[in-house]
T-cell receptor
Framework: DTGVSQDPRHKITKRGQNVTFRCDPISEHNRLYWYRQTLGQGPEFLTYFQNEAQLEKSRLLSDRFSAERPKGSFSTLEIQRTEQGDSAMYLC?????????????FGDGTRLSIL | AQSVTQLGSHVSVSEGALVLLRCNYSSSVPPYLFWYVQYPNQGLQLLLKYTTGATLVKGINGFEAEFKKSETSFHLTKPSAHMSDAAEYFCAVSVGGSNYKLTFGKGTLLTVNP
């Protein structure tokens, strides 16, 4: 169990640029979640994958956001035409699909700063 | 929809004192409840979880929480605070049928004074 890995840890970009983050979940974890955390707030749900299928998207996920999980392994989150309001910590979490509600394991996040 | 309210955005205790962090939830169906801890510039680490069964749940680092359905509460306690406990603590709820996504409270920053 090597834990959830996220890359990069920090990203600084100019407004209007596109950015892509990567998440490598714990191996054999079928469920993968993306959350966004702004300063002084708890994480907010963005989207959920079970294997390669994206089963739920939050209303927070505007059309500038897209997420993929090809082959049900790693996942990417892309933000197009970044805006100041996109500045936040983006967290990825994974869990297994055992009986009941399995705990989610979080990565250390990618901190996005928009200049 | 589910929601979580954490009472007190900042709690300060002395080293060795009791830690009590408050969490109230709202859910129309039986909830699953979690406490996570976050250190600066890191992700969230699971402290403990309540799913079903025993209402008093023990977690890591000496923390425990009690699920009280009648009070819709899930307060986190630790008998004796340690300097290393200083961090941000988040209470979260999820329910079956919602893809088990977590709904978090706004967090409580715990400071421990020597």
């Amino acid at each position: 169990d090597t834990g959830v890995s996220q890359d990069p840890r920090h990203k600084i970009t100019k407004r209007g640029q596109n950015v892509t983050f990567r998440c490598d979940p714990i191996s054999e974890h079928n469920r993968l979640y993306w959350y966004r955390q702004t300063l002084g707030q708890g994480p907010e749900f963005l989207t959920y994958f079970q294997n390669e299928a994206q089963l739920e998207k939050s209303r927070l996920l505007s059309d500038r956001f897209s997420a993929e999980r090809p082959k049900g392994s790693f996942s990417t989150l892309e933000i197009q035409r970044t805006e100041q309001g996109d500045s936040a910590m983006y967290l990825c979490a994974s869990s297994s699909t055992g009986f009941g509600n399995q705990p989610q394991h979080f990565g250390d996040g990618t901190r996005l700063s928009i200049l | 929809a589910q929601s979580v309210t954490q009472l007190g955005s900042h709690v300060s205790v002395s080293e060795g004192a009791l830690v009590l962090l408050r969490c109230n939830y709202s859910s129309s169906v039986p909830p699953y409840l979690f406490w996570y801890v976050q250190y600066p510039n890191q992700g969230l680490q699971l402290l403990l979880k309540y799913t079903t069964g025993a209402t008093l749940v023990k977690g890591i680092n000496g923390f425990e929480a009690e699920f009280k359905k009648s009070e819709t509460s899930f307060h986190l306690t630790k008998p004796s605070a340690h300097m290393s406990d200083a961090a941000e603590y988040f209470c979260a709820v999820s329910v079956g049928g919602s893809n088990y996504k977590l709904t978090f409270g706004k967090g409580t920053l715990l400071t421990v004074n020597p």
